[in-house]
């Protein structure tokens, strides 16, 4: 018993450093485990105006952009299409069902970079569509619970500043009746590119994701 309590008191130095690069690499893998899980969700984007040259498209319903409102919208497909010119002029349709709500065409479009994970695609003159509807959905919502905000009786149309936050958490505002904004996504790893209408926070958020169509092809990239 006493030879064990010897061998122990001259390994102690040994067990001390054992135990402090034990702990060492346990703080080193939650740190990199957090930058790795940081990296996929918000990588860096590396992306040029050339690349978003061509059409873009996405297909939302209202009860998919209502988040945590409930919604008695009218449930009906929505496709929205954009074409970014290479003159750095754009179009935007956007189809509700069988009937075209917006048409727009020959206004200018251009990226922000406010990170390296951090870009932005500015639609000047563009329309906000999806928050449209959600505005419609909201003040539905608060007609079932509660006196809906005076706003809600004199005008179905959100108007002025409002804001988009990104997946690395970077909030752009921009104003409703000047122009319209998405954030420009690329996966970790991937060479695939996207545009998103991002409608709230990234843990609560409900995304409007845009692909990039092959027109040589009629499909998706």
């Given at each position: 018993m006493l030879g064990l309590k010897a061998l122990f008191r001259q390994d102690v130095p040994k067990w001390i450093g054992i135990?402090?690069?034990?702990?060492?690499?346990?703080?080193?893998?939650?740190?990199?485990?957090?930058?790795?899980?940081d990296m996929a969700a918000a990588p860096p984007i590396n992306v040029q105006e050339t690349d978003l040259i061509g059409v873009w498209k996405a297909t939302y319903r209202p009860r998919e952009i209502a988040c945590l409102y409930s919604c008695k919208v009218?449930?009906?497909?929505?496709?929205?299409?954009?074409t970014l010119r290479a003159d750095k002029t754009y179009e935007q349709r956007i189809v509700e069902g069988d009937t075209?709500?917006?048409?727009?065409e020959d206004r200018r479009w251009y990226i922000e970079r406010v990170a390296s994970n951090s870009v932005w695609l500015h639609l000047d003159g563009g329309r906000f569509y999806p928050i449209?509807?959600?505005?419609?959905?909201?003040?539905?919502?608060?007609?079932h619970g509660a006196t809906p905000p005076?706003?809600?009786e004199t005008e179905y149309q959100p108007r002025?500043?409002?804001?988009?936050?990104?997946?690395?958490?970077?909030?752009?505002?921009?104003?409703?009746?000047?122009?319209?904004i998405l954030s420009i996504y690329r996966p970790l790893f991937s060479k695939e590119v996207f545009l998103e209408y991002r409608l709230g926070d990234p843990n609560v958020s409900c995304?409007?994701?845009f692909h990039h169509l092959d027109t040589t092809r009629g499909s998706e990239k």
């Open positions: 135990a402090g690069l034990c702990v060492f690499l346990c703080c080193a893998g939650c740190v990199l485990a957090v930058y790795i899980g009218k449930d009906v497909v929505i496709t929205e299409t954009l075209l709500v917006h048409y727009i449209e509807i959600r505005y419609l959905c909201w003040c539905d919502f608060w007609r005076v706003s809600c002025g500043e409002t804001s988009m936050m990104d997946r690395a958490y970077h909030q752009l505002s921009f104003n409703i009746s000047k122009e319209v995304d409007i994701r």
